[in-house]
């Protein structure tokens, strides 16, 4: 298996990795970088529970090879925060109900960043599909896309 | 005036920032030094002798560092029935069972080394249907059922592919279909289908060589995994730890034991080293366990005034290749067999089938969604035939306080109202209002369907709770049962900060369970939490309090029963002479010439399910629910009768939960689990080719509901009706949420299409199918 020098950038941090070519950026985020707040449920494209910010947009990680993100930028779960301070879509998970066993949490949070800087102020049917690639089984999405919707209004205050 | 209220109120529950900031561990995020990782090596026949096993080629490959086969290991596991192997001993009983397990510094290693791993097998007649499976001369899935140990409860069969064979017998029913005005029969069917937790099955499993085993795992039952390992291959229970980190979601489907067993023997031939198995998304659904499949007949007798006199019920259960949970569904189905409803006379077998289809285990409802399928589409039948409202018919019936159920117990004055819960969803759907039936060329129409269900478990399960008090006033809440997304530690925060009069900011639940350390409860199962954590907790508060007020009564040299503990102090009221911070007594009490008194204040509080009974082998009567919770669904639904979809519009749901402890996480539940109801009810199933290979193992073709499936509505009525010996009155509801949305469906497609389907899932090929045929039966009359 060739090996590859690839440099990015992961929550703001600069990285300099040697990775073989058939590894996913889902593996090097979680396996690599320990950073385990992505989560794996199918390796295929079908779940959306390993999406991550490529260059601000939602990405399914499992389905990108790390040597595609040479010279990107990443955002995970764990870049949105700064300390205690969590954001309007995190508050507002919390505050909806949003949470249950969390496993796909992050992936819902990512997705809902993004939205919400293209479109400050989605109706429900933009919310729906923009979560729409992303599986849950606890909540039955009404709470998280409520969140979501909640967080559109905050935000503007 | 309470200064502090929690109790009732939706507070964020308490793992909710770890969650949403990603740094909440779940199983597969921990990484052990030396640790090793798992592949696995599957059966491709559903049934057939393992002839020989070449292991050599993979063995050479650096990295390898263990192979296991069922041969070194000949263990069998089960938690009511001993007959689960580890991997395939001597034949394979499904497609998908595990038959060799490879263990090395790589996943990518252990994959090629299973890819190295040649067996040879002999193909052997399969079954795949229960009903066949019952059939003389059919192939045994256990040829050595009569040799199994299993829980005393249990009925199995020898020499049949019979697992468990419950039978419920109350008055007569022959004479109770004699005195029916009319009799209505049918059938019902269900295929198997899968929890789909997002998180996959995930253990970590180490055996030191001094004989300390340690287990890291995805697991809803740390204790039953602790015990069922001890039984199942000797070891005792203090040379085991068991670790339970964040759950991605159990739903039943990680009750008992499951891949502890391979991930320990892998790491005993690897010399201690931990070992991890992650199942695949594929795994999930063709090795690990799902939901069992179900055919039903169901024969009611009822008189022209509506009365129900008798009923009898067939329940054979598609159990797969191993018992696991199913026995004892079969059991709770087969004692709930009429739902909340009084009939005299009633006539219950309920039976588990061997088949060499995916085991069987628990699935959120735990028998209850499939058997309320046929018994609520029965109940419309039923009052269809006899030309009465499905509503009235149901009240007509209806099992309230006073009235016996099928196992003759005598529904307390405390029970709960399925007559209330009915009522309030008729309001809320609007029913027998007449409103257009074709929606811009859809047709609509509304169901109802009502339910109840009990904790299914042993008679004398138990759990309990430990509180510490901290030295700075702060407490510690540990108790056994999970957090799988359900918020039980929540809710007991909750009720620790109510009781103590205390912020709840200052009370903490640990979140991680390790059998080491954290005290005792069965299992995180049956809707049983926070009524028996909930009882176990408050009796620790009552043991916290009692050990402040003692020391403090030394001290203060007052009577005991004077003092008060609110508000992170002990007093006497109206003395503010006579008052301390709890965090001055957290470890000691100090006399003012310095003598401490009393010691580190722990409150250890238990409880034990209360007058529950064994049920009599012949006749299913005793006592086995420790409570009731009642509950109706309303759905209201829009057919396409050109594509034959269904979409689900409205659903309205009312469950008799006690009391409402945390109405935002509460709300979270109902809408979960109605929509798990309407994944099952309109799309999911499992698939299988002639062979017993399943064809939709992945996440495409096994559908699951996305954010565009949901309702565009939701109504929740909570009833609260308190139960006398819970906490708060509180009952629980984590299951019921997910019962009765299939019937609830299927009976709205009815009222919108004239059409009756008595198979589930009401996917788009089979409405449309039903939706011709009666076009044709109409052409032709
Ligand atoms: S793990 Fe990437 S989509 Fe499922
Ligand atoms: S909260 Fe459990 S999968 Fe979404």
Redesign the pocket.
Known sequence: MSRHEISLTVNGERYELEVEANRTL?QLLREDLELTGT????????????TVLLDGVPT????VLAVEVDGREVTTVEGLSRGEELTPVQRAFIEQGAVQCGFCTPAFILAGEALLKHNPRPTEEEVKEAVGGILCRCTGYRQIIDAILDASKSAKK | MKKYSYVGKGVPRIDAFEKVTGTAQYTADLRLPGMLYTKLLKSPHAHARIIRIDTSEAEKLLGVRAILTGKEVPYKFGIYMQDKETLAQKKVHHVGEPVVAVAADTEEIAEQAVELIKVEYEELPAVFDQRDAMKEGAPLVHERLHEYKHAPFIFPKPHTNIANHFKLRKGDVERGFKEADVIVENEFYQPQVQNVQMETHTSIGQWLPNGQINIWTSAQSPFAVRHLLSVGLGVPIHKINVVVPYLGGGFGGKAGLHWEPLVVLLSRKAGGRPVRLVMTREEQFNTTAVRQGFYARVKTGVKRDGKIVAEELLFLWDAGAYADYGVNITRAAGYSCTGPYEIPNVKCDSITVYTNHPYGTAYRGFGHPEFHFATERQMDLVARAIGMDPVEFRLKNAALPGRITATGEKLREDAGRVDECIKVVVEAIGWGKKEPKQVGGKLRGKGIAALWKAPAMPSYTSSSAILKLNEDGTVTLSIGSIEMGQGTPTALAQMVAEELQMPIEKVKVVTKRETDFSPYTWQTVASRGLFMEGNATLDAVRKLKEQVRETAAELFGVPKEELVVAEEKVFVPGKPDKSMPLAKLATAGIFPDGRGIGGPVLGYGMYTAEGLTNLDPETGQGLPALMWTFGAQGAEVEVDSETGEVRVLKMVSAFDIGKSINPVLLKGQVYGGIVQGIGSALMEEFIFNEKGALLNNNLTDYKICRAQDIPDEFVFIPIENPQRNAPYGVRGVGEHVRISVEPAIANAIYDATGVDLFEIPMNRERVWRALKQRGEKVASA
């Open positions: 889902l989560k794996q449920a199918c390796e295929r494209g079908d779940c959306g529970l390993c399914k990680s499992c389905l």
